[in-house]
């Protein structure tokens, strides 16, 4: 990505400039929280297929995340093969069952109860994608020589979330999943120690009986996430 010899600051004319009123800055914020009140985590998939050109342009709003350096330490694999789907499905489970058996800790355990979670994880297989996070530790120049990547798990859990937004905008449901450990990953995907597996994106329509949990819908008042300093 990088050359090692044409690395140097090059100031360029601000491209895309948004000006608007007040009142029209507030009215697109009141739209953008209207549309994501709307978006829900489902466990409930339908096998409807998603067109891949859907996936790739959600992932392209991904890389216009900001990152430290702008090193962009991502990568995303978009998963639709239905072996390589059952076989990560496996893979997750088995770890899961280590978790509700008592790897987690009774507090945790408890803390997921009204989420209604267990190890069984039919969503990945059902929904028509998976997409598998991946944060770079370290990238390489052009020469095969390594360097540091900077605020890795910062630039990546930003990326991240443009990509459920992105996904959400094109009208379809994501769910995270995180089994851990999630070594296996890089095996059953090909990607190299460089790479650390973060997540795991169900991606898909909800199925017509889908449901979510009651206390998904609990969300914190602005004045329990926000402080003002004025």
Request: proline letters at 7%.
């Amino acid at each position: 990505m990088f050359s090692r010899s044409h690395i140097a600051f090059e100031a360029l004319e601000l491209p895309d400039r948004a000006n608007l009123s007040d009142a029209e800055a507030l009215a697109a914020a009141q739209a953008a929280l209207a549309s994501l009140r709307t978006r829900h985590s489902v466990r409930d998939f339908a096998d409807t297929p998603v067109p891949r050109e859907i996936i790739e342009t959600c992932v392209l709003a991904a890389g216009t995340a900001p990152s430290g350096a702008n090193h962009q330490p991502w990568h995303f694999v978009a998963i639709s093969n239905p072996a390589l789907k059952h076989q990560i499905r496996l893979a997750s489970e088995e770890e899961e069952r280590k978790f509700y058996e008592g790897g987690a800790g009774d507090e945790w355990l408890k803390a997921l109860e009204p989420i209604g979670t267990n190890e069984d994880k039919p969503h990945l297989d059902i929904a028509p994608w998976l997409i598998v996070v991946f944060a770079q530790r370290w990238g390489e120049f052009d020469d095969g020589t390594r360097f540091k990547n900077y605020y890795v798990p910062e630039s990546v859990g930003i990326a991240t979330g443009f990509l459920i937004w992105a996904l959400h905008n094109a009208g379809l449901s994501v769910l995270t999943h995180t089994p851990n450990p999630m070594k296996f990953l890089n095996a059953a995907l090909d990607r190299p120690a460089s790479e650390k597996p973060v997540m795991i994106l169900a991606v898909g329509h909800p199925a017509e009986d889908a449901t979510i949990p009651r206390v998904a819908k609990i969300k914190k008042p602005l004045d329990q996430i926000l402080s003002i300093r004025d």
